[in-house]
């Protein structure tokens, strides 16, 4: 079974620029979610899918967005880039939402704003 | 609101020697799910170890073990005989009913050395 697939892998964008990642979860699972990776700053949760759903959002501005689509592939979204926007992005699937459900990750997508 | 706190932001260690993580975490609830990650340098992260709180046996794979102290709030990770391979940011991460999020902790990046 194909893992969780996350593209582009590397991506360099320049400030008030927007960019779209993607994340195709394993095939059966249902929820997708995001997460910002920095050094400083550990893992910080963006949000999390379910049917297309947007079940949960962290503490991000609103211009980090993402949707989900029925075959479960998800998207996320984020304008007028920033500098500190700079990091590693995550996606997460799992076979359906819940506390007790594990995490299971792409390789990620890291974003460079110049 | 839940919070995960890893008071070791890096540690080394020889091979073949026993390293145990730290990691504490601060909810109300009386039911809920920790977990700990593996990040190798190639950055996928892995599900290393589940801990279901109501279980007071503590979880074990192989040479991963959890010392989990529910009066404490404490959730520590054992690896026994450290590998090379080991070498990796290790995450703990928080699940609990109310709030299906999952929480991470910022990560303890451990060095194995030959």
């Known amino acids: 079974k194909a893992g969780v697939t996350q593209t582009p892998r590397y991506l360099i964008k320049t400030r008030g620029q927007q960019v779209t990642l993607s994340c195709s979860p394993i095939s059966g699972h249902r929820s997708v979610s995001w997460y910002q990776q920095t050094p400083g700053q550990g893992l910080q949760f963006l949000f999390e899918?379910?049917?297309?759903?947007?079940?949960n959002k962290g503490n991000f501005p609103g211009r980090f967005s993402g949707r989900q689509f029925s075959n479960s592939r998800s998207e996320m979204n984020v304008s007028t880039l920033e500098l500190g926007d700079s990091a590693l992005y995550l996606c997460?699937?799992?076979?359906?939402?819940?506390?007790?459900?594990?995490?299971?990750f792409g390789d990620g997508t890291r974003l460079s704003i110049l | 609101a839940q919070t995960v706190t890893q008071s070791q932001p890096e540690m080394s260690v020889q091979e073949a020697e026993t390293v145990t993580l730290s990691c504490t975490y601060d909810t109300s609830e009386s039911n809920y799910y920790l977990f700990w990650y593996k990040q190798p340098p190639s950055r996928q992260m892995i599900l290393v170890i589940r801990?279901?709180?109501?279980?007071?046996q503590n979880a074990t794979e192989n040479r991963f073990s959890v010392n989990f102290q529910k009066a404490a709030k404490s959730f520590s990770l054992k690896i026994s005989d450290s590998q090379l391979g080991d070498t990796a940011m290790y995450f703990c991460?928080?699940?609990?009913?109310?709030?299906?999020?999952?929480?991470f902790g910022k990560g303890t990046r451990l060095h194995i050395l030959p």
């Open positions: 899918y379910f049917s297309e759903t947007q079940r």
């Open positions: 991460a928080f699940g609990g009913n109310r709030d299906d999020k999952i929480i």
């Open positions: 997460a699937s799992s076979l359906v939402v819940g506390p007790d459900q594990p995490q299971h």
């Open positions: 801990q279901e709180a109501y279980k007071q």
